[in-house]
């Protein structure tokens, strides 16, 4: 068996604006994601299904556009639409960890890494209207709680700097790799919860 490759990667810019609502914090772009300079572009993740279920708008649709673009010129149009809907929806992107070393996609293949400082976290949120931060997945939880020193500490500083928040400020939504064992209908139950952050979509 050949020894796996190890390469570098880094995270993309937040996705973001004034009228943010919720944050979503991933753990760093796949290998798929690099390759298409976007977030959650392995087309085996359920992350744009399940956004497209819970908010009606299509998400897949365009994110596949984005990768079956064949200019760099489409790319961007195609990019930049996925962003308009996000921002309409008022979902903001991001991830923990800012440059790492691996061997594949899965958290599980990070051999070393750097993680986001908690002022580029609170920076999004102090610019925006985010009144919940979502991890996507377990690890990306341990990673902001680590880069706080501790879920009460994270939760007091984020909570600190939001303009409002019903409740708790952070919390992990089931993830959407297809690593993952939960059945689809399990998780997008549990995406709901994205429902009283979102604005309602439009067309």
């Not at 085996?44 to 760099?72: C, H, I, K, M």
């Amino acid at each position: 068996m050949r020894n796996a490759v190890c390469e570098s990667a880094a995270c993309f810019k937040p996705v973001f604006n004034e009228n943010s609502r919720v944050l979503l914090l991933g753990t760093v772009p796949s290998v798929d994601s690099v390759k298409y300079g976007f977030y959650y572009m392995n087309k085996g993740n359920y992350f744009w299904r399940l956004l497209s279920d819970v908010s009606g708008a299509p998400f897949v649709e365009l994110a596949d556009d984005l990768r079956n673009a064949q200019t760099a010129e489409k790319r961007k149009t195609a990019e930049n639409e996925l962003i308009s809907r996000l921002f309409r929806l008022g979902v903001a992107l991001f991830d923990t960890i800012s440059t790492c070393e691996r061997t594949g996609s899965t958290d599980d293949k990070i051999l070393s890494y750097e993680l986001n400082g908690k002022e580029k976290i609170l920076d999004i949120i102090r610019a925006s209207r985010i009144e919940k931060v979502f991890c996507t997945s377990g690890e990306a939880l341990k990673n902001l709680y680590r880069v706080f020193g501790g879920k009460d500490k994270a939760d007091g500083e984020i909570a600190s700097v939001m303009k409002t928040s019903a409740d708790a400020p952070t919390g992990k939504l089931l993830s959407p790799s297809r690593r993952a064992f939960q059945p689809y209908a399990e998780r997008l139950k549990d995406w709901k919860k994205l429902s009283q952050y979102i604005n309602g979509y439009n067309g």
